[in-house]
């Protein structure tokens, strides 16, 4: 959406805290629109982990909506099907085409991306001198009518409104609200990523497997994910594990290959030959909190991971962050800073807490002996956070 030429809809400025998906999102939608944006990230490089992310068809569609649909597709990989293994005899339970369809049904595919590849391109969208590195933020005050940012080496800067971007762990947040330690969900994992020819020297596969496929292998103590990056260059691995150990305050921990191995000891030997393949390993404890009552206070809101962290089970986190920043960049095109932060909150609010309750609930039913069909996403996958409906596929 662009500006239009009423009072209401003036160029704002807008401070981002953090430089995530959720915030560069954020950023680029906001850029976009005709706003003064400016990013304010504490890590001295930009970056992001080596590892595979889902692109849900309602984070595609804001990428595609913000004009940069052929070079997402150019980057990352859709999977030909959807196969999903019984985690010890490797029995097939479903297998279902996945290319193609998922855009009929909800207007936009499923795309694997790495996400280093999806974070440079959003950033390469920011203007010169746009983004802050080096830039920790100590402390936000609202005050009526704009709101200011302090940091580290003790400069400050003052918008008409400052974006908590700035993930789990997010100071914004910490600072306009209770302070509340994160939930340790008994879920931890490891992220392996490996070349495609990991798929071919795993002869006992128990099912033909290209590794163009999105393969689950789901058991009651975890489900282990493969699928493909970069057109098919690379195989992202995704290995969950139910436990209930989770040592200390770190969120990733240097762990081995035969540490990850023995943990999944008694699975499927050919699923076991793929992860075998690894040469190193580390391990995150996954981390949530309940949904928050409030985003906002005065001209300071919250976006992506700072406002609703969530369990990766339904692959939402990043996506729901990325619907956060179109819906912004929407409201504040079309209206005055304080309606556009109170719609903001009041469309994604309840939809960012739903999303996040169901990934706890779908962590729950997969480890049920059988696990009762998945839970429902087609509301998520079909919504357009862009333009605020919901897409309706024509018969
Ligand atoms: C194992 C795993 C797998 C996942 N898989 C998927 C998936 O497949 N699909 C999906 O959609 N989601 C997935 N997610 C969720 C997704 O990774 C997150 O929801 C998403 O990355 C959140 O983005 P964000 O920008 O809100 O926060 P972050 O990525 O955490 O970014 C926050 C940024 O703020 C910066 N920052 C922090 N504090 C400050 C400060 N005080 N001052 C300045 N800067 C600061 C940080 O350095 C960081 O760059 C997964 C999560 C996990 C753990």
């Not at 030429?5 to 807008?14: C, E, I, L, P, T």
Request: with cysteine; net charge neutral.
């Amino acid at each position: 959406m662009k500006l239009t030429s009423s009072s209401a809809a003036r160029r704002k400025k807008v401070v981002v805290v953090g430089a995530g998906i959720g915030g560069l999102t954020a950023a680029v939608a906001l850029h976009r629109s005709g706003h003064e944006v400016l990013v304010f990230e504490r890590a001295r490089q930009l970056g992001e982990v080596g590892a595979g992310l889902q692109l849900g068809p309602n984070a595609v569609r804001i990428v595609e909506a913000l004009g940069l649909g052929q070079e997402l597709h150019r980057l990352t990989a859709e999977p030909t099907e959807r196969v999903s293994l019984k985690w010890d005899t490797g029995e097939l339970r479903v297998r279902e085409p996945y290319k193609g369809v998922m855009r009929q049904r909800f207007g936009a595919p499923y795309l694997m991306a790495h996400r280093a590849d999806l974070h440079h391109l959003l950033m390469r969208q920011l203007p010169d001198g746009c983004i802050h590195t080096g830039a920790e933020c100590v402390e936000v005050v609202a005050s009526p009518g704009s709101a200011s940012a302090r940091f580290a080496d003790g400069s400050a800067v003052e918008a008409d409104v400052v974006v908590g971007a700035d993930g789990i762990h997010s100071m914004v947040r910490n600072s306009l609200f209770d302070p509340v330690r994160p939930r340790f969900t008994q879920q931890i994992c490891w992220r392996v990523v490996l070349p495609m020819d990991a798929i071919r020297r795993a002869p006992a596969l128990p099912v033909p497997l290209t590794g163009m496929e999105y393969t689950g292998w789901l058991g009651p103590t975890g489900h282990v994910l493969f699928y493909p990056l970069r057109g098919g260059e690379l195989l992202n691995i995704f290995a969950g594990r139910v436990s209930s150990d989770w040592v200390g305050e770190s969120w990733t921990v240097d762990s081995s290959v035969p540490e990850m191995l023995q943990a999944y000891a008694g699975w499927n030997d050919g699923m076991l030959e793929v992860l075998s393949q690894a040469t190193n390993a580390y391990c995150w404890g996954i981390h949530d909190r309940d949904p928050l009552a409030s985003w906002t206070k005065g001209r300071v809101t919250l976006l992506g991971d700072a406002a609703h962290p969530m369990m990766p089970t339904l692959a939402q986190g990043a996506a729901i962050s990325m619907e956060d920043g179109a819906c912004l960049a929407r409201h504040l095109a079309a209206h005055d800073v304080d309606t556009a932060l109170s719609l903001y909150e009041s469309e994604r609010r309840p939809r960012a807490s739903r999303v996040q309750l169901q990934a706890r609930q779908q962590f729950l039913n997969n480890q049920m002996t059988p696990p009762p069909p998945p839970l429902p996403t087609d509301w998520i996958y079909g919504h357009d956070a862009v333009s605020g409906t919901d897409f309706k596929a024509t018969a």
